[in-house]
């Protein structure tokens, strides 16, 4: 009868630990997510707490969400949040500083641009008080990195970024052809644990040409007059529109998902 010699379970066991080692290394690179190297945030052992903040609008930091990752566009509230008139879109975004020796922290700050086609919007002023929210989604399902409600918007020049001068008519008009750029700030306090207003919009590895090391941002901008464009423009009844403008950095194919 044959009997294998020791050398020869040897070779035969060396094959069965590769696969041994192969399968625990797959289960703890899905226990221990790659992200998680990359990752800043330094969430305590219990909930946090969503905490109001000072400023124009009565914002609040929702710290309950941070590091909860879930789909970057908000559910709808009405038709219309996809189309294009009015239209909003992101023109940039980054932490900037009060300049050298000047007093304060660094500001993260996103760039917006308005538009709307065929008919003029009109916005009461200031735009957006209080109806302008602010997520910002790490990436590798990192989760929120920063989130807050009640923002608002600040109109600036288009050639320095300064605040511009409000209509004294009580309304900010969009005409076809024109463009109204707006900043959103988001407020220090809206930052989750382990990021400040420096990193929070920086990739992971932080040296990438990947977008998919990269945030997304998820912005949404609310008043009743967008409604009241959409009706307008598009003949529908006004109920079953909605009333905000929703810009996500970048977000999945839906025919993909």
């Known amino acids: 009868m044959f009997r294998p010699s020791p050398r020869s379970w040897l070779l035969l066991a060396v094959p069965v630990l590769a696969l041994l080692v192969l399968v625990a290394w ?15 945030l330094d969430l305590p052992p219990g909930p946090l707490t969503d905490i109001p903040l000072a400023g124009r609008g009565g914002p609040t930091a929702l710290l309950s969400r941070c590091g909860v990752d879930d789909w970057p566009r908000p559910p709808a509230r009405g038709d ?12 940039g975004w980054g932490s900037t500083g009060p300049g050298a020796g000047k007093p304060g922290k660094p500001r ?23 109806r302008v929210t602010l997520d910002i989604f790490g990436p590798h399902g990192e989760g929120r990195r920063a989130s807050a409600r009640g923002l608002s918007a600040t109109v600036v020049d ?9 209509p004294e008519a009580g309304f900010l008009r969009v005409d076809p052809g024109t463009t109204v750029y707006l900043d959103v700030a988001l407020p220090a306090g809206a930052v989750c644990p382990g990021y400040t207003a420096s990193d929070v919009g920086g990739c992971a590895p932080e040296h990438t040409n990947d977008s998919a090391d990269c945030p997304v941002l998820t912005l949404t901008f609310t008043d009743p007059s967008i409604r009241a464009h959409r009706a307008l423009t598009t003949g529908k009844p006004p109920a079953g529109l909605s009333d905000r403008l929703v810009v996500v950095s970048e977000e999945p194919d839906v025919s993909e998902v």
């Open 158 to 166: 288009a050639e320095d970024g300064k605040p511009s001068p409000l």
């Open 80 to 91: 219309g949040e996809r189309g294009d008139n009015p239209q909003l879109v992101f023109g």
């Open 108 to 130: 993260f700050t996103v760039h917006l641009a308005l538009r709307a086609k065929r008919l003029p919007l009109l916005l009461p002023t200031p735009p957006g008080t209080g």
């Open 26 to 40: 797959q289960t703890y690179r899905q226990a221990a997510p790659e992200h998680r190297a990359h990752s800043r």
